[in-house]
């Protein structure tokens, strides 16, 4: 698990864009859209976002990104949110996405977070399960509104 580089930046987007839902919400077209450069330098500027890729024999098999989020709730608490979490589609199944957020967890825990908190699609049963397995519970519902 490394801080992804901006070279990484394309191979993050072709895993975000490898499903139903980021298929019609991510540009794979080349070179890459600003926006996602601007994006990877906001979070690269910022002590409390990380955007993270594992690797396997100098290959990228996954990414996520980790948020940490000072609270005035729980009596001051920090807590952190995981999000974007792909594991490449030839590397699924065998164990990364486990690895990833074991190490995302204790990343949180050593920035002293309080909690660690993910949204997923409703349409993603398998992940909800899988993210279950990890100790996370279905405990709020979530909500977003579109705002472009």
Known sequence: MRHAGIGDLPTVVRMLADDSLGAGRENLSEPLSENYLNAFREIEADPNNELIVAELD????????????PSISFQGGKRSTVE???VDEKH???GFGREMMIWAIEQAREKGCV???LTSHSSRERAHAFYETLGFARSHVGMKLRLK
């Open 58 to 69: 100098g290959t990228v098999v996954g990414t996520l990104q980790l948020t940490f989020t």
């Open 115 to 117: 909690s660690m908190q």
């Open 84 to 86: 974007s979490v792909r």
């Open 92 to 94: 699924r199944g065998k």
